[in-house]
């Protein structure tokens, strides 16, 4: 699981064998490493300036946590009266969402963040916390876990040197991937990633200039590079022509981003399939095995007239295995036809005005960073915007723990599969040492003697659980299970 990170100011002066613990620019307080900036920021400079620090700000569980980030406002430590939360409304009348990725589980001492405002947010302050619309200044207070693994910065190559390091087979370790599947942290996701961005007039140059500072702020988030836990990225734009303006390799430090700038190519916008082919085809030409594809098509209109070409061009990127992102910029409830083209859950609307745009470009980078490796097969799940995460990745090898009717109907229907459950003296044990309790025996079963237990459907949905002997490879083979945890921006599934 990643840390909740939070908004924090360093000011005080902590003994210089503590203060080592933690990254350049951040001071040790009590736990935690922490990055302030004083100055007014809105609330989404504040998101920006800690996701530039690799950082969040406070998430707010209980009373205890908010008496402790409280007394830290009009301190020595904070020096201001004011700092951002990192909530913010994903639709009105829904609980505020926690940005470090922690649940919305306390809704505050009056449940102040169970219904949410669109373009407000909360404020810190001596009294607690209070709603305040994002254009309020606030100071920016990053944090992270002090105990989080040994901070380790990154080299940026002078030579560029594309390797594509060789995957290997994972081992089938039992783990319990349920607990902290799909972690993300911005800075170590490890994904191809090619911005698709239509220059034409119906985007307008004012909106490309828009769309060219959503990618700038979002790639400050980003490590550039061909190794693990690095990603790749270059830039496509489109009109009436496809013109590359940035390949693979041309981002690499930051004065790479800024000196970046989409150019604004006018006309009509009828080349956004041949962009979207082209933008595969670099992907594929990457040839980076252990990573995935990831398309960003920002756009303000949709060619009703070469729908299928461009609907063709899309799914055939999906279809072997890409990521298709939507950054749509018409107002309201957007476009039809740019919402169909992307992955489930990867649309995202009205982004002229979304104030959370660059945290959700980000956040739908980790999310596509959580996948299973070549050779092993997704169990999905989808989140609650509709991305479809995989809560374990499985292969023939060895033995899974079933413990719920969604991961037995992961499995094909009516085939018999081993699970992880054997008997140990007079009780079934799970062997990854999971203590849920198994109840969907057949009739009759479990048999004295037969120590083994596998599953089979047996009509719609219902597998129930069989005894067996455990040697009895002849009569009684067939398939093992291994469950494994899915790659995501923390956890490399190659090494």
């Not at 305040?132 to 380790?152: F, I, M, R, S, T």
């Not at 594509?164 to 800075?187: K, Q, R």
């Amino acid at each position: 699981m990643r840390p909740a990170l939070l908004y924090f100011a360093i000011i005080a002066v902590i003994s210089a064998q503590v203060k080592d613990t933690c990254r350049p620019g951040f001071t040790y307080y009590q736990g935690w490493c922490i990055y302030t900036n004083p100055r007014g920021f809105q609330y989404q400079q504040a998101v920006d300036e800690c996701t530039r620090m690799n950082a969040f700000a406070p998430s707010i569980h209980n009373q205890q946590s908010l008496d402790f980030w409280r007394s830290l406002t009009n301190s020595a430590i904070l020096n201001s009266v004011h700092f951002w939360l990192d909530c913010y409304c994903p639709a009105n009348g829904r609980p505020y969402t926690w940005k470090d990725g922690t649940p919305t589980d306390w809704m505050g001492p009056r449940g102040e963040l169970l219904n949410c405002q669109t373009g407000s947010g909360y404020h810190i302050h001596p009294e607690g916390f209070a709603m305040y619309e994002y254009d309020v200044g606030a100071a920016a207070l990053c944090a992270y876990d002090a105990n989080a693994p040994v901070y380790q910065p990154t080299v940026e190559p002078t030579t560029p040197e594309p390797t594509t390091p060789e995957p290997t087979t994972p081992e089938a370790t039992p783990v319990d991937v349920t607990a902290g599947y799909c972690s993300c942290n911005p800075s170590s996701v490890y994904l191809d990633i090619v911005f698709v961005v239509d220059a034409s007039a119906d985007m307008t140059s004012k909106t490309v200039g828009d769309a060219t500072a959503a990618i700038q702020s979002t790639l400050i988030g980003l490590t550039f590079g061909t190794d693990y836990y690095q990603s790749n990225v270059a830039v496509v734009a489109f009109a009436d022509k496809v013109q590359t303006v940035r390949n693979f390799g041309g981002f690499r430090s930051d004065n790479d981003i800024w000196s970046f700038s989409i150019p604004y190519l006018g006309g009509k916008a009828n080349k956004m399939a041949e962009a979207i082919t082209q933008a595969s085809s670099l992907i594929t030409s990457n040839e980076r095995a252990f990573t995935r594809g990831v398309i960003v098509l920002m756009s303000k209109s949709f060619n009703q007239l070469d729908s299928v070409n461009i609907g063709e061009a899309a799914e055939a990127f999906k279809d072997d295995g890409g990521i298709f992102i939507t950054i749509d910029y018409a107002k309201g409830q957007g476009i039809k036809g740019l919402k169909n083209l992307a992955s489930n859950g990867y649309y995202i609307n009205d982004a002229s005005s979304r104030e959370s745009l660059n945290a959700d470009i980000l956040y739908s980078f980790c999310d596509a960073n959580c996948f299973c490796s070549d050779g092993l097969y997704p169990y999905n799940v989808p989140n609650e915007i509709g991305r479809e995460l995989p809560m374990g990745c499985y292969h023939i090898a060895d033995v899974a723990a079933v413990f719920n009717a969604a991961e037995q109907n992961f499995f094909p229907p009516k085939a018999r599969f081993w699970i992880g459950l054997k008997r140990t003296g007079n009780k079934f044990e799970w062997s990854d040492g999971s203590i849920e309790p198994f109840t969907d025996w057949a009739p009759g079963n479990p048999v004295t003697g037969m120590d083994c237990v596998y599953k089979q459907q047996q009509s719609g949905f219902n597998a129930l659980g069989y005894s067996a002997p455990c040697t009895d490879p002849l009569k009684y083979s067939m398939a093992y299970a291994c469950q494994l945890r899915p790659c995501d921006s923390e956890y490399n599934c190659w090494e």
